[in-house]
């Protein structure tokens, strides 16, 4: 299927990507090319047939809930664009 | 020294030939001088190498070297380094120092080898020409008018010009087999699980595997070795038995059961590329092996399952990239909203963007059965052709990509051209099974790799066959003219 500029707009919101006019049309095009290639699956008949997420069919593995490494905060709060007093700053959220 | 195989500077090191702290100076001055050809690395870590390589000789002269001890290599820069730049190739984490190692990292440093430097990336893994990098595109060393291909195509040309014996990679669609043809390379992804994914940036994680990017399969087998087993950090890595990779490269391949599946040789591949492949399968059938037709009927259906899966995946994970914890943050957002588009819209490419909007589409509200759940489904089929195939036969042979190498610029204009290239690689990152290219020959002075496919956790089988090959034929000891020839 065909997809319009709008459709890129919305798309990008959900992906909290900005575009602007110009690189919606492009991404229009190549998106509804690329929608074209996955349309092929539509042709297949997969009843009765389970999807596969994992190679192996395995399923998350778990282990018991006890503490297994050093907090490392700092560390993890050092590489962070803006920190204040342990905590990651963003703008304004709630006025 | 360029030349050398990995094994080799590891018996020079042993026989006292040169010591680490030598060979890796030597290394990291030839990159200086000559990687500006190619762009095959993001960043050298000079300091850190030589002090790694100081450590090396330090544990030889104490009786305590392994293979690998103060043998250089280069990780892909999708590979977390502790202290070390990893970018992914991306603007979004031009200046991002992870805290902490890869797994594969952590295990290549207990061995004592020494990590020279990150190799160039399509960005986030995301390309199959290395023309997708935020630090250029990578030329590939037999034909500086060639990519090199991709995602891996800075550990490709870095190996394969003789700048660094060995390198790590990554291959969620054919990411190190599709470089490793491309550049004359001995490459292998491992079955899903076998290496562990902790500390590598994520793109699609039921898909992503790492591996060893080598000139010959013997040095392969020693890489795998170091970067294999379980990890408990690493939720889908399985628990499985460990082989030694190296213990049966030796092994006769006399009753060997290939199929040739007659889709990997149907309209679109090179009739050159599939003459270089004829030949190579006609050699390893001298060699004491059956061939037989086989079929792969879904095998078409690996494109547009792969390229449904992957972007979903990938837009999933590359969330995490919102300017508040690393990386990129634009300047002076005007709210939260606005931070998170447009930190997301100036610090990812073109191919980026567009492979996480077509993820986000493919798993919004009303689209998720028709793609997500299709494309999963499908996905089935093609794991339940391989597992036919591999109860009549033991490895699956063919092409890697349907050419040699393409030129520069050839392709990317138009995404859905560069997604069919990876027909031949697609489908064995869908079932999970471990697959390898090894050297096979070449059209018009362009490499071609000739495709190893085999079952689940059969990784030694397929490097003892690459092996074996790689005695009666010489393909992997050539090397470009770029090289100078020298050393080795």
């Given at each position: 299927m065909a997809l319009e500029n709008a459709d890129i707009e919305k798309i990008?919101?959900?992906?909290?990507?900005?575009?602007t006019a110009t690189e919606a049309s492009d991404y229009a095009n190549s998106l509804s090319s690329i929608l074209m290639l996955m349309d092929q699956m539509q042709q297949v008949n997969t009843d009765g047939i389970e999807p596969l997420s994992n190679p192996h069919d395995?399923?998350?593995?778990?282990?018991?809930?006890?503490?297994?490494?050093?907090?490392?905060?700092?560390?993890?709060?050092?590489i962070a664009p803006a920190t204040e007093k342990g905590l990651y700053l963003v703008p304004k959220v709630i006025d | 020294m360029t030349n050398k195989t990995l094994i080799q500077i590891s018996n020079d090191l042993s026989a006292g030939i040169y010591s680490s702290r030598e060979i890796t100076q030597d290394i990291i001055t030839d990159i200086k001088a000559r990687d500006h050809q190619f762009n095959s690395f993001i960043n050298l870590s000079e300091d850190l190498a030589l002090e790694q390589a100081g450590a090396a000789d330090a544990r030889r002269a104490a009786g305590k070297a392994e293979l690998l001890t103060g043998v250089p290599f280069a990780h892909k820069d999708l590979f977390c380094t502790q202290g070390v730049i990893t970018t992914c190739g991306s603007k979004m984490l031009?200046?991002?120092?992870?805290?902490?190692?890869?797994?594969?990292?952590?295990?290549?440093?207990?061995?004592?080898?020494?990590?020279?430097?990150?190799?160039?990336?399509?960005?986030?893994?995301?390309?199959s020409s290395n023309e997708n990098s935020y630090f250029g595109a990578v030329k590939n060393p037999w034909d500086l008018n060639a990519v090199p291909g991709g995602s891996s195509g800075g550990?490709?040309?870095?190996?394969?010009?003789?700048?660094?014996?060995?390198?790590?990679?990554?291959?969620?669609?054919?990411s190190i087999r599709q470089p490793a043809s491309f550049c004359n390379l001995t490459g292998i992804k491992p079955t899903y699980g076998r290496v562990s994914r902790f500390g590598i940036v994520a793109f699609a994680s039921s898909l992503d595997q790492a591996g060893p990017m080598c000139k010959t399969a013997a040095d392969a087998a020693v890489m795998l070795n170091a970067m294999a087993g379980f990890d408990a950090q690493d939720s889908t890595s399985m628990q499985v038995e460990l082989p030694d990779f190296s213990a049966d490269l030796e092994q006769p391949l006399t009753g060997l059961k290939v199929g040739l599946p007659k889709e990997f040789f149907g309209p679109g591949l090179d009739p050159q590329v599939a003459d270089c492949i004829m030949v190579a399968v006609k050699q390893v059938e001298a060699l004491g092996a059956q061939i037989i037709d086989i079929s792969?009927?879904?095998?078409?259906?690996?494109?547009?399952?792969?390229?449904?899966?992957?972007?979903s995946e990938a837009s999933s994970n590359l969330?995490?990239?919102?300017?508040?914890?690393?990386?990129?943050r634009c300047d002076q957002p005007q709210d939260l909203m606005d931070m998170y588009c447009r930190t997301r819209a100036e610090?990812?490419?073109?191919?980026?963007?567009?492979?996480?909007?077509?993820?986000?589409?493919?798993?919004?509200?009303?689209?998720?059965?028709a793609y997500y759940v299709k494309a999963q489904r499908i996905r089935r089929l093609i794991k339940n052709d391989f597992v036919r195939a591999l109860s009549q036969v033991d490895v699956i042979m063919g092409p890697v990509a349907p050419t040699a190498a393409f030129d520069l610029g050839s392709n990317t204009k138009d995404s859905v051209a560069m997604y069919l290239e990876d027909i031949y690689t697609l489908s064995a990152n869908l079932a999970g099974i471990p697959a390898m290219s090894t050297p096979a020959g070449f059209v018009n002075g362009r490499p071609v790799g000739l495709h190893i496919m085999g079952n689940y956790f059969a990784e030694a089988k397929l490097l003892n066959i690459a092996h074996q090959y790689q005695q009666i034929t010489d393909w992997h000891l050539q090397t470009p003219a770029s090289n100078g020839n020298k050393g080795a």
């Open positions: 990008a919101i959900l992906a909290r990507i900005q575009v395995a399923s998350q593995r778990l282990r018991s809930d006890q503490v297994t490494c050093d907090n490392q905060r700092d560390a993890f709060m050092a | 031009e200046n991002f120092i992870p805290p902490y190692e890869s797994t594969v990292g952590q295990r290549l440093l207990a061995t004592g080898a020494v990590c020279v430097g990150k190799t160039n990336m399509d960005e986030f893994a995301m390309g550990s490709a040309a870095a190996v394969a010009a003789g700048l660094v014996p060995a390198a790590t990679g990554t291959d969620t669609g054919g792969m009927p879904n095998l078409e259906l690996s494109i547009p399952a792969y390229y449904v899966i992957a972007p969330s995490r990239f919102d300017g508040v914890r690393y990386g990129y610090g990812f490419g073109t191919e980026v963007k567009r492979r996480i909007m077509v993820g986000t589409y493919a798993l919004s509200e009303g689209y998720y059965d």
